[in-house]
C-alpha cells in the first residue's frame, strides 16, 4: 500500500468530524509532498523549494539534475606545491631522464655529426659518413663515448631543467605578476641562460671525453680509460677547456629552446588546438608539447650550430684555439653538418620536452597553463582604451 493510499484513507475517515475543512487542506498539502517525494521512483528528478514560502530570498536550482546520477567532479590532486623545494627537485629528476636518455639515445648521430665537422674531407656527408664508420670500426663504434654522453648531459639536464623552475619563479617574484606576462619572452630567455651557465660547468668534462673518444685517431675507446689519459696530460683544466664555446653554443640553443618552446605552446593553444588545454586530456597535451618541443628544436639547431663546430674542433685538437679555428675553417665551413645537427637537436628537444613533461604528468607535479594576462591588468588595459 503506498503512502498515497493511505493518505486517501486517513482522509474519508475524518468526514464525520468537524474539523473536516482544516484536515482536508493538511491532507491536501500531505498529497502534495508525498507526490513530490523523490523516493517514489529512482528515476525521479529531484526539485528544491524556491524558499519564498518561507521567507527565505528566491534560490536558482540546476534544471532536471537527476539524483541518481548526480556526483561530484574529483580535483586534481598533486604530489607538491609549485615552487617548492620538493618541486625543484623533481624538476631536476625529470631533466635527467630526458636529457640523459635521448642524447644516449642518438649518439650513433652525434658520432657521425662530430667527424663531418672535424675532417670534412674524409666524412662527406651523413650517409658517407656512417658508410666509413662502420666501414673502419664495425657496428660497436657507432656506440663511441656513449658513457661519457649519458653522465655528461644527465648533469646537464639535472641543470639546465631544474634551475630552468628555480630561475623562472625568482625572476618572476622579482617582476611581479603584470610584469612577468608582459615580459614573458624575456623572463623565459633570463631564466633558461641563467640555469644553462650551471648546466654547462656540469657538462664540460664529459662533453671533452665524449668529443676525442669520439673524433680523435688513437684514442682510447672507453672513459675509464680516457679521464686519467687527459687528467695526466692536461691537469684538470683539461676537461674544462672547451667551456667558454660550450657557453657560446648552449647558452643561445638553451635560450632558443626554453622561449620559443614556451610561446609556441602558447600560440599553439591558441590558434591551433580546437579548445582550451584545461578541457584537453593528459594525451592531448603531451602531443602540443612534442610538436612545440620539435619547432624549438629547428631553430636551436641554426642558431647554436657554428659554436658546436668550434667545441668540436678544440676537444679534437689540445693545441688550437678558438681565434685560429674560425679562421681556419671560415664562414662555409663553420656550418658543415647542419643538416645531421638540425634532425638530431629537433628531434632530441621534442623528446626531452615530451619525456619532461610525461615525468611531471607522472609524479603528479603542477603544471602551469600558458601564460595568461592577468585580470588586474585587463582591467588596466580596458580602462585606458576608454
Given at each position: 500500500m503506498?503512502?498515497?493510499?493511505?493518505?486517501?484513507d486517513?482522509?474519508?475517515?475524518?468526514?464525520?468530524?468537524?474539523?473536516?475543512?482544516?484536515?482536508l487542506?493538511?491532507?491536501?498539502s500531505?498529497?502534495?509532498?508525498?507526490?513530490?517525494?523523490?523516493?517514489i521512483?529512482?528515476?525521479?528528478?529531484?526539485r528544491?523549494?524556491?524558499?519564498?514560502?518561507?521567507?527565505?530570498?528566491?534560490?536558482?536550482?540546476?534544471?532536471s539534475?537527476?539524483?541518481?546520477?548526480?556526483?561530484?567532479?574529483?580535483k586534481?590532486?598533486f604530489?607538491c606545491?609549485?615552487g617548492s623545494?620538493?618541486f625543484?627537485?623533481?624538476?631536476?629528476?625529470?631533466?635527467?631522464?630526458?636529457c640523459?636518455?635521448?642524447h644516449?639515445?642518438?649518439?650513433?648521430?652525434?658520432?657521425?655529426?662530430?667527424r663531418l665537422?672535424?675532417?670534412?674531407?674524409k666524412?662527406?656527408n651523413?650517409?658517407?659518413?656512417?658508410?666509413?664508420?662502420l666501414?673502419?670500426?664495425?657496428?660497436?663504434?657507432?656506440?663511441?663515448?656513449?658513457?661519457?654522453?649519458?653522465?655528461?648531459?644527465?648533469?646537464?639536464?639535472?641543470?639546465?631543467f631544474?634551475?630552468?623552475?628555480?630561475?623562472?619563479?625568482?625572476?618572476?617574484?622579482?617582476?611581479?605578476?603584470?610584469n612577468?606576462?608582459?615580459w614573458?619572452?624575456s623572463?623565459?630567455?633570463a631564466?633558461?641562460?641563467?640555469?644553462?651557465?650551471?648546466?654547462d660547468?656540469?657538462?664540460s668534462?664529459?662533453?671533452?671525453?665524449?668529443?676525442?673518444?669520439q673524433?680523435?685517431?688513437?684514442?682510447v675507446t672507453?672513459?675509464?680509460?680516457?679521464?686519467?689519459i687527459?687528467?695526466?696530460?692536461?691537469?684538470?683544466?683539461g676537461?674544462?677547456?672547451?667551456?667558454?664555446?660550450?657557453?657560446?653554443?648552449?647558452?643561445?640553443?638553451?635560450?632558443?629552446?626554453?622561449?620559443?618552446?614556451?610561446?609556441?605552446v602558447?600560440?599553439?593553444?591558441?590558434?591551433?588546438?580546437?579548445?582550451?588545454?584545461?578541457?584537453?586530456?593528459?594525451?592531448?597535451?603531451l602531443?602540443v608539447t612534442?610538436?612545440a618541443?620539435?619547432?624549438?628544436?629547428?631553430f636551436?639547431?641554426?642558431?647554436?650550430?657554428?659554436a658546436d663546430?668550434?667545441?668540436?674542433k678544440?676537444?679534437?685538437?689540445?693545441?688550437?684555439t678558438?681565434?685560429?679555428?674560425v679562421k681556419?675553417?671560415g664562414?662555409?665551413?663553420?656550418?658543415?653538418?647542419?643538416?645531421?645537427?638540425?634532425i638530431?637537436?629537433?628531434?632530441?628537444?621534442?623528446?626531452?620536452?615530451?619525456?619532461?613533461?610525461?615525468?611531471?604528468?607522472a609524479?603528479?607535479?603542477p603544471r602551469?597553463?600558458?601564460?595568461?594576462?592577468p585580470?588586474?591588468?585587463?582591467?588596466?588595459?580596458e580602462?585606458?582604451?576608454?
Amino acid at each position: 500500500m503506498t503512502l498515497v493510499r493511505i493518505l486517501r484513507d486517513l482522509e474519508k475517515s475524518l468526514k464525520p468530524y468537524e474539523t473536516r475543512k482544516q484536515s482536508l487542506k493538511m491532507i491536501e498539502s500531505l498529497l502534495d509532498l508525498a507526490k513530490s517525494n523523490p523516493f517514489i521512483t529512482p528515476f525521479q528528478t529531484a526539485r528544491c523549494s524556491s524558499g519564498e514560502n518561507l521567507g527565505l530570498p528566491r534560490t536558482t536550482v540546476v534544471p532536471s539534475r537527476n539524483i541518481a546520477f548526480a556526483s561530484a567532479v574529483p580535483k586534481e590532486e598533486f604530489s607538491c606545491e609549485y615552487g617548492s623545494l620538493k618541486f625543484f627537485g623533481l624538476c631536476g629528476l625529470g631533466g635527467i631522464i630526458s636529457c640523459g636518455v635521448t642524447h644516449t639515445a642518438v649518439v650513433p648521430l652525434d658520432l657521425v655529426k662530430c667527424r663531418l665537422q672535424v675532417d670534412p674531407d674524409k666524412y662527406k656527408n651523413i650517409i658517407n659518413g656512417f658508410r666509413v664508420t662502420l666501414k673502419e670500426d664495425g657496428t660497436r663504434g657507432l656506440a663511441k663515448g656513449w658513457a661519457p654522453t649519458f653522465i655528461g648531459y644527465s648533469m646537464q639536464g639535472l641543470c639546465k631543467f631544474g634551475f630552468y623552475e628555480v630561475f623562472k619563479v625568482l625572476y618572476s617574484d622579482l617582476l611581479g605578476e603584470e610584469n612577468s606576462y608582459l615580459w614573458r619572452t624575456s623572463l623565459y630567455l633570463a631564466a633558461s641562460a641563467s640555469a644553462e651557465f650551471f648546466a654547462d660547468i656540469a657538462l664540460s668534462p664529459m662533453e671533452a671525453v665524449k668529443v676525442r673518444v669520439q673524433t680523435q685517431p688513437g684514442f682510447v675507446t672507453t672513459l675509464r680509460e680516457a679521464v686519467p689519459i687527459i687528467y695526466g696530460q692536461e691537469g684538470l683544466s683539461g676537461f674544462y677547456k672547451s667551456l667558454v664555446p660550450l657557453w657560446m653554443r648552449q647558452i643561445p640553443y638553451t635560450m632558443m629552446k626554453f622561449a620559443c618552446f614556451e610561446r609556441t605552446v602558447e600560440l599553439l593553444y591558441q590558434n591551433v588546438v580546437p579548445k582550451p588545454r584545461a578541457d584537453c586530456t593528459k594525451g592531448e597535451q603531451l602531443i602540443v608539447t612534442f610538436t612545440a618541443g620539435y619547432i624549438a628544436g629547428v631553430f636551436c639547431a641554426i642558431v647554436s650550430h657554428p659554436a658546436d663546430t668550434v667545441v668540436s674542433k678544440l676537444n679534437q685538437d689540445k693545441s688550437a684555439t678558438v681565434g685560429g679555428i674560425v679562421k681556419k675553417l671560415g664562414f662555409g665551413a663553420m656550418w658543415k653538418g647542419l643538416t645531421a645537427r638540425i634532425i638530431m637537436i629537433g628531434t632530441l628537444t621534442a623528446l626531452q620536452w615530451f619525456i619532461y613533461d610525461g615525468v611531471k604528468v607522472a609524479l603528479a607535479l603542477p603544471r602551469p597553463p600558458p601564460a595568461e594576462m592577468p585580470e588586474s591588468l585587463r582591467k588596466k588595459l580596458e580602462a585606458g582604451s576608454s
